[in-house]
């Protein structure tokens, strides 16, 4: 049966209709002539009308294609055109009445009156009938797709009205969380308990559920589609009808937050106009230019108008984003943009890139920073971040350029991970290679070293705005945590400044302000979208802050320097760092032993070199998390 109606053409159905039609005008005659006549006599006067019955199908055929009857569906089968089928029966009688007085068949007004109610009665009714069996035949069919509606309220009500229009759809009850509605009939399904769920779902063989509670804040309905996603239902949140017509956003509260508003500081604002003209006209080389830091330098860099600049970044992606949007910012501009593909330990490629395109200024940013990545893949880390920024130092060196300055990190001050000593090892790489030149006579090396950048990828900000958008919890590793913050902008405008005021060989630390506790951070995030913590005091809140353990090499506080003492500068945001340094017999013996660890995959030996030359390396260890943490 359903093979059949799905295989029929809109065309063949609209046929079946007017064919149907036309038998109810029949049938209808009949019935009239009967009531008037009794049903013998019934019949025999149907018989003295059949020469009139062509021309009273003609004329419903006409009166159908006048009134756009053959657009009409059973589904959307309403109101309005119930008022245009009695319209058409209305035509009908007039068009009988003719018919019957040309044709000189002697029967009076009230019959053709009686008939044009028979068929328009009959109409309505044959339908709806048949709208019920060809509802109930794709009920009965694998295709149909049982929904269970969760809410039954208004939203949830209209939704079952505009389902029942749909044949494939079938709504099979409501669940709610009121207990008062509990057991009574809502547009003629049964309002059940969310309690009793899985067993309605399998007693009535659910297929999808519907959240139709568009009021209920977005983590919330979160949440309850989550749980529900565990008894394997599919789940979709319905939007409100204010929704629907744009009165009220679709989307939820979560629009993009500056990050600034999470420093509790002033931002730094100033640009590096006093600091141009160690970049200004020079052909500048951007390792990591893709990444989070690597993308801002790009960009502020062009304000101090370079001759060419140098793109290099070991992500193709990576590099094809950042190259476009360089393009783009200096079209019309006499700035040369090379992008180029590679690793920063491949010495040739670094060397024939600094003698190929003169390069002047270096601005290291390439490294792996993910603190538990790089623990859990210390080979590739150490190799990367220590041998890779030598082998570039050195070619830098040959290469006799102007300027060399290290992006470093605070996670370098007694780390307790294998990311924070590589970029030890990396400065001290950098220092010893600096010592050795004479001053004034070549290039001037320099380190930079800062805390965390807000917004970069993989930083905390985002993380909990994603997991804001999943209905939580925030996750932070321990109550007491805390880092220092910077936006990226700020700190990219300090390393070029940093790095035009270096002498050689200096450790610059950047002013980031007091340390951010990151679970006042996760609670600012979650209020400055417009939701509530859900914690002990609050267990109606919408987001919940979970705390999961420190990770793998994780600090709780981080530090700047190693010997706690810090010089200014003339800039007040900038910082010196006088720090003991490693012999250049020392660093080579640390790069011998390091490049041997990784020749032979030694992961313990690689660690041990870290252990041995870099100062307050200790191996992590976990603090545990309070119990009550886990509210």
Not at 364 to 370: D, E, I, M, V
Not at 406 to 426: C, E, F, H, Q, Y
Not at 439 to 448: L, Y
């Amino acid at each position: 049966m359903l093979s059949f109606i799905t295989a029929l053409s809109h065309a063949q159905k609209r046929i079946i209709i007017l064919v149907l039609d036309c038998g109810l005008v029949v049938v209808s005659l009949y019935l009239s002539f009967a009531a008037k006549f009794g049903f013998a006599i019934g019949a025999l006067a149907l018989v003295a009308y059949l020469p009139l019955l062509p021309y009273l199908v003609i004329c419903i055929v006409c009166l159908s294609l006048f009134l756009d009857f053959r657009h009409i569906q059973l589904a959307t089968y309403d109101a309005n055109l119930t008022i245009k089928t009695a319209m058409l029966a209305a035509a009908l009688c007039l068009c009988s009445l003719t018919l019957g007085w040309v044709g000189k068949i002697q029967i009076d007004v009230l019959f053709h009156i009686i008939w044009g109610v028979f068929f328009f009665v009959l109409s309505v009714m044959s339908r709806a009938l048949l709208l019920q069996v060809v509802q109930a035949v794709y009920r009965h069919s694998k295709k149909t797709l049982r929904v269970l509606i969760y809410g039954a309220g208004a939203t949830g009500k209209q939704l079952v009205i505009a389902m029942r229009n749909h044949s494939h759809i079938e709504p099979v009850a409501f669940i709610d969380d009121n207990v008062a509605l509990h057991g009574i009939k809502m547009a003629g399904l049964p309002v059940l308990s969310a309690v009793r769920i899985k067993e309605i779902v399998k007693e009535r063989r659910v297929d999808r559920l519907l959240l139709a509670i568009p009021s209920l804040s977005q983590p919330k309905q979160l949440q309850i589609a989550h749980r529900l996603q565990k008894i394997g239902l599919e789940v979709q949140a319905v939007p409100s009808f204010s929704q629907l017509i744009g009165e009220e956003a679709l989307i939820d509260k979560l629009t993009p937050v500056k990050p600034n508003l999470f420093l509790n500081r002033d931002e730094v604002s100033e640009t590096f106009n006093d600091a141009r003209a160690s970049y200004n006209n020079r052909n500048v080389l951007i390792t990591g230019a893709g990444g989070s830091i690597g993308s801002e330098l790009s960009r502020q860099i062009l304000d101090a108008s370079p001759r060419r600049l140098i793109l290099f970044e070991l992500s193709e992606l990576a590099l094809f984003r950042i190259d476009m949007e360089i393009r783009e910012l200096t079209e019309g501009k006499p700035i040369e943009i090379i992008p180029i593909l590679g690793s920063i330990t491949d010495g040739r490629q670094m060397r024939k890139i600094i003698s190929d395109f003169e390069v002047q200024v270096i601005l290291h940013a390439a490294a792996y920073k993910h603190v538990p990545l790089v623990e859990c893949n210390p080979l590739p880390g150490l190799s990367n971040n220590v041998l890779g920024t030598q082998t570039l130092a050195q070619a830098a060196l040959e290469g006799n350029v102007e300027r060399f300055v290290l992006i470093s990190s605070d996670k370098a001050v007694r780390p307790t991970n294998i990311m924070g000593a590589s970029k030890r090892l990396a400065e001290l790489v950098v220092q010893d290679i600096s010592s050795r030149i004479p001053r004034d006579s070549g290039p001037i090396f320099s380190m930079v070293r800062f805390g965390n950048v807000l917004g970069s990828s993989g930083s905390v900000v985002p993380l909990f705005q994603d997991q804001l958008r999943r209905g939580g919890p925030l996750t932070v590793t321990h109550p007491d945590v805390a880092r220092y913050f910077m936006t990226v902008q700020e700190a990219v405008t300090l390393v070029l400044r940093a790095g035009a005021m270096a002498n050689g060989g200096e450790v610059f630390v950047l002013d980031m302000g007091r340390p951010v506790h990151i679970e006042k951070l996760a609670r600012q995030v979650i209020e400055n979208a417009g939701y509530t913590v859900r914690e002990e005091e609050n267990p109606d809140g919408d987001i919940e802050i979970a705390f999961t353990g420190l990770r793998p090499g994780e600090k709780l506080i981080e530090e700047l320097s190693i010997n706690g003492t810090l010089r200014g500068t003339i800039h007040k945001k900038i910082f010196f760092s006088d720090e003991q340094r490693l012999s250049e017999f020392e660093v080579a013996a640390a790069i011998k032993s390091l490049r041997e660890a990784i020749a032979d995959g030694d992961e313990v030996a690689a660690r041990s070199v870290a252990k041995n030359w870099v100062e307050g390396y200790t191996v992590f260890t976990q603090i545990d998390t309070p119990a009550e943490s886990d509210a």
